[in-house]
């Protein structure tokens, strides 16, 4: 009988992200047969928003303390938390987790599973932590990809160890809502007949806005037809204020910054807009999807397994706004469809993107490390082997 899974779970990112929405939604979806433990790096004594999240919902979590980012005191601590809390498997979220999982499963004679959730280019430095975090995903054992052609680029960098692939999911009780969609629409000062659109996530380049933005300029008149929502904050955000100011559609785009109650921001918006360069299987995608809103998105990353044109709603190219403003134009001629697509699109989602068949396929990932090495097989989602 394979033992019960007790698994130290590292994530360095202090945010609430893609990949911690992901841990936290397995942790509570996980079957009793196994016990999640979240390790969180905390940088001079600083709790997390991930770390205030986790307490929350009831989910175990220990903070790594380090006094700066090349502080060593966090593999200490995850290898004593490994030794006092019974742990017999290590999972890892990005290259910094990476590091401390390979220390300590080496030490401690553990098997390792390491999750990729893709890589930007935004910076010299962001380059420079997406080779560190190749060479560690080459070292693990098993290795987890988030999106099929993530999948495909991780299996080819690790030859023959095995690469698995486990898409994203989606819980919607896991949004939180404060005054609704309606108050929001009502402080927006949305008008009668205007199309609301949202765009969640965090501001860099890589997402995009610049060419919705374009897109929207690219309307002339007819821009006054719709209100752009942007959800997040990052790098960009400075830049693309100053380019909405360019284009002259300040007044249709309201920048809210970071914002916790996003049930309230899917129920006032009509549409969900990913004009991304680059996703893995986006979770503001499934969430849109699930709550009944279609999506505009480009055909990148893991995207295309979730939007479905005709069905829940619209494919361009990355990087084209005339793509972009050629569907807002239909948009205007066809008022009926966006309703008609999002009634569509909660039933669009296919059975591996709800939350409790994503944690039954990682338990089962689990069950194969803990009986012993498994060698040079690649799986799919469905759980074959290819």
């Known amino acids: ?43 001079r004594g600083q709790v997390s928003e ?58 401690a004679g553990l098997p390792w599973l390491a999750f990729a959730h893709g890589w930007t280019d935004e910076s010299r430095r962001a380059r420079l932590y997406n080779r560190l975090e190749k060479w560690l995903l080459r070292q693990a054992p098993v290795a987890v990809a988030v999106s099929r052609p993530l999948h495909d680029t991780l299996a080819q960098l690790r030859g023959r160890k095995p690469t698995e692939l486990v898409l994203n999911a989606v819980d919607p009780q896991e949004l939180r809502r404060a005054h609704g969609g309606a108050a929001l629409r009502a402080r927006l000062q949305v008008r009668s007949g205007q199309i609301v659109i949202g765009v969640f996530g965090r501001l860099s380049r890589e997402k995009g806005h610049t060419h919705l933005l374009a897109a929207l300029a690219g309307l002339g ?53 990913l004009p991304s360069l680059s996703e893995g299987t986006p979770n503001v995608v499934l969430e849109a ?8 998105a480009t055909r990148t990353g893991g995207v295309g397994d979730l939007v479905q044109p005709g069905v829940n709603g619209w494919l361009v190219d990355p990087g ?58 690649r799986h799919r989602a469905d759980g074959g082997m290819a």
């Open 320 to 377: 084209d706004s005339a793509a972009l403003a050629a569907v807002l134009r239909h948009l205007l001629q066809t008022p009926g469809e966006l309703a008609a697509l999002g009634a569509r699109a909660p039933g669009s989602l296919a059975r591996c993107f709800m939350a409790d068949a994503r944690a039954a396929r990682i338990e089962a990932l689990y069950d194969r490390l803990l009986r012993g090495p498994v060698q040079g097989r």
């Open 289 to 296: 999807l699930a709550l009944g809103r279609p999506v505009l």
């Open 1 to 43: 009988m394979v033992a019960r899974a007790q698994v130290l779970a590292i994530i360095a990112s202090p945010i609430l992200g893609g990949p911690g929405k992901g841990l936290l939604q397995f942790a509570r979806h996980a079957s009793a047969d196994t016990r999640v433990l979240l390790g969180n790096f905390s940088c």
């Open 221 to 273: 008149a007819d821009a006054a037809r719709f209100r752009l929502v942007v959800v997040g904050q990052g790098p960009e955000r400075a830049a693309l204020q100053a380019r909405a100011e360019q284009l002259g559609v300040a007044s249709q785009v309201s920048f809210e910054g970071y914002r916790d109650n996003m049930g309230d921001y899917f129920e006032a918006v009509d549409l969900l807009a």
């Open 50 to 107: 991930l770390c205030h999240r986790a307490r929350e919902q009831g989910v175990a979590i220990e903070l790594l303390h380090q006094r700066g980012p090349f502080d060593p005191q966090p593999l200490a601590q995850a290898l004593q938390l490994v030794r006092e809390r019974g742990i017999n498997l290590v999972q890892s979220h990005g290259y910094k987790s990476h590091l401390v999982a390979r220390y300590v499963a080496a030490r």
